[in-house]
């Protein structure tokens, strides 16, 4: 996972990105890998980043960050249920 990193920090520096905006997309893409964990929870989210909900909240706002989005992509997501009773209709 370290080469990983190393890898990807060298990219950026190479594209000329400033150290700032590097941190920015990494905690974005930090907070949001966890909100899609948690299926939009963020008082799960928070727990699992080992911050307030409030902390996360303030977070979510200063990365600009579709919690909508994170919620719609889970019901996009989630396996249709079928039952067994349908299942013997269909067949």
């Known amino acids: 996972m370290k080469a990983q990193l190393e890898s ?19 905690q974005k893409a930090f907070v949001l890998m966890v909100l899609q964990q948690k299926k939009g929870n963020q008082c799960k989210a928070a727990d699992q980043l080992g911050m307030h909900r409030n902390t996360l909240r303030r977070t979510i706002t200063d990365l600009q960050i579709d919690v909508n989005s994170v919620r719609e992509a889970r019901h996009c997501l989630a396996p249709s249920r079928v039952s067994a009773g349908s299942l013997r209709k269909m067949a």
Request: no cysteine; proline share 0%; hydrophobic share 45%.
């Open 8 to 26: 990807i920090v060298e990219q950026m520096y190479r594209a000329g990105i400033r150290f700032d905006d590097a941190l920015r997309e990494f």
